[in-house]
């Protein structure tokens, strides 16, 4: 169950929060960044499902990681807007990995679409839009 597929590597300087649902993993391919998440015990409900919860927050986090990975040092992002629609599930021992697609970024505004995929099956679809903080309007 420990097996990380090839170019994933732990996420180094990651907040609290994310060392909490960890390991969390990134693969970066240029300006694109993959998260991936092996799911563990502490990850799934009573019926052995991983979580909707760790989905979404997974699924913000690979959002995210993927606005930073082309913003560069003009990151520092907040969610302002996260959508989720879950059209499958994961089980202990699963290994989960995003897909994700920058579609604008403004100089207040960014936004991104992406999915969450089990094997060749895209579990979560998400959607985000995210602000810079202290960004002066218009």
């Given at each position: 169950?420990?097996?990380?597929?090839?170019?994933?590597r732990?996420?180094?300087?990651?907040?609290?929060?994310?060392?909490?649902?960890?390991?969390v993993?990134?693969?970066?391919?240029?300006?694109r960044?993959s998260?991936?998440?092996?799911i563990?015990?502490?990850?799934t409900?009573?019926r052995g499902?991983?979580h909707?919860?760790?989905?979404?927050?997974l699924?913000d986090?690979?959002?995210?990681?993927?606005?930073?990975?082309?913003?560069g040092?003009k990151?520092?992002?907040?969610?302002?807007?996260?959508?989720?629609?879950?059209?499958g599930?994961?089980?202990?021992?699963?290994?989960?990995?995003s897909e994700?697609e920058?579609?604008?970024?403004?100089?207040r505004?960014?936004?991104?679409?992406?999915?969450?995929?089990?094997?060749?099956?895209?579990?979560?679809?998400?959607s985000?839009?995210?602000?810079l903080?202290?960004r002066?309007a218009g």
């Amino acid at each position: 169950m420990s097996d990380i597929p090839e170019g994933y590597r732990t996420i180094e300087r990651a907040s609290p929060f994310v060392e909490l649902i960890g390991p969390v993993y990134e693969r970066r391919r240029g300006e694109r960044v993959s998260i991936g998440l092996r799911i563990e015990r502490k990850h799934t409900n009573r019926r052995g499902v991983c979580h909707g919860g760790v989905l979404a927050t997974l699924a913000d986090i690979a959002l995210g990681y993927a606005m930073l990975g082309q913003a560069g040092a003009k990151g520092g992002f907040v969610t302002a807007n996260l959508a989720i629609d879950y059209a499958g599930a994961a089980k202990l021992g699963d290994w989960l990995h995003s897909e994700v697609e920058v579609q604008r970024m403004g100089s207040r505004l960014a936004f991104a679409n992406g999915y969450l995929v089990r094997g060749e099956t895209r579990i979560v679809r998400a959607s985000a839009i995210f602000a810079l903080p202290g960004r002066p309007a218009g």
